[in-house]
């Protein structure tokens, strides 16, 4: 089985920034990809960052530079830095992983219980 699990969310004022961690554990073989969405009440589940599996990575259009994805010396680890946080960013931060957990396997999607992000003053 595999496990994903976020840390790093928390009460931030406007302008401010923090650093959210992704650990992926278990029977993982390679990941094809990393994400972080966010999602706030009666909204979807929108995406914030990806990172493929050669390190390339895009953003949501509303991130406009402010946010960078990464990963970790232990590949099944990201991160995401996030600056010059806005009220608007407030949400529950969720990682998605696709996980390969064999060899000769298809990708499988694995996600945290997710972070709180609250940006307020």
């Known amino acids: 089985q595999v496990q994903v699990k976020e840390s790093g969310g928390g009460l931030v004022q406007p302008g401010g920034s923090l650093r959210l961690s992704c650990a992926a554990s278990g029977s993982i073989f390679r990941l094809s990809q990393m994400d972080w969405f966010r999602q706030t009440p009666g909204k979807q589940r929108e995406l914030v960052a990806r990172?493929?599996?050669?390190?390339?990575?895009t953003y949501g259009d509303f991130v406009m530079g402010r946010f960078a994805m990464s990963r970790g010396n232990d590949k099944n680890t990201a991160y995401l830095e996030m600056n010059n946080l806005q009220p608007e960013d407030t949400a529950m931060y969720f990682c998605?992983?696709?996980?390969?957990?064999?060899?000769?396997?298809?990708?499988?999607?694995?996600w945290g219980q997710g972070t709180q992000v609250t940006v307020s003053t």
């Open positions: 990172l493929l599996s050669d390190d390339s990575t």
């Open positions: 998605h992983a696709g996980v390969v957990t064999r060899s000769w396997g298809r990708p499988e999607s694995f």
